[in-house]
T-cell receptor, first 109, second 116 residues
């Protein structure tokens, strides 16, 4: 079956760095997405990786290793507004998005 | 990024009534639109995928006669919850994607439905 694993919850301190991991097992691979979802709101797009390596976008970076079925989202200089759920989603061979359950990130002052 | 709107943002209705939710892509042509449902503290659950001009493809366990989807144009899709019941109360979110299957899905702001 298809499976996306990410930690349920993480806690970090304002100003620090946090890495949210995502491992996947899917039937085919056409890219991996990270979305941010604040409580009570819809997800917003953060990043897309289809090739191995690191994609940097401001304070957020996303890494992909296709051979390991692994990705991480790195958040630097954490701000209180970064408190949210972070969703990992993989596009399979049918171009369907398979969603992880999300990682709730709690930022403490 | 692309902009997707959803209307209404919040709706309260009586049990047995029908509710229509609109999803619009404002600055791009959405060949494919997706409808999701999310219960509190749970992950997104895909309900159906609709391509412009054709019938929607429903996920297993989703009643097509209860959740009517129409994708009549490249910028508009509608979800109608027919004969709504309290268990249909949820957060309904649409997303839209352009013509390439590898394009990013952009989400609407969601519609919170409460059925009394």
């Amino acid at each position: 079956g298809q499976n996306i694993d990410q930690p349920t919850e993480m806690t970090a301190t304002e100003g620090a760095i946090v890495q949210i991991n995502c491992t996947y097992q899917t039937s085919g691979f056409n890219g991996l997405f990270w979305y941010q979802q604040h409580a009570g709101e819809a997800p917003t797009f953060l990043s897309y990786n289809v090739l191995d390596g690191l994609e940097e976008k401001g304070r957020f970076s996303s890494f992909l290793s296709r051979s390991k079925g692994y990705s991480y989202l790195l958040l630097k200089e954490l701000q209180m507004k970064d408190s949210a759920s972070y969703l990992c989603a993989v596009m399979d061979s049918n171009y369907q998005l398979i969603w992880g359950a999300g990682t709730k990130l709690i930022i403490k002052p | 990024g692309a902009v997707v709107s959803q209307h209404p943002s919040r709706v309260i209705c009586k049990s047995g009534t029908s509710v229509k939710i609109e999803c619009r892509s404002l600055d791009f042509q959405a060949t494919t639109m997706f409808w999701y449902r999310q219960f509190p503290k749970q992950s997104l659950m895909l309900m159906a995928t609709s391509n412009e001009g054709s019938k929607a493809t429903y996920e297993q366990g989703v009643e097509k006669d209860k959740f009517l989807i129409n994708h009549a144009s490249l910028t508009l899709s509608t979800l109608t919850v027919t004969s709504a019941h309290p268990e249909d109360s949820s957060f309904y979110i649409c997303s839209a994607r352009g013509s390439s299957t590898q394009e990013t899905q952009y989400f609407g702001p969601g519609t919170r439905l409460l059925v009394l």
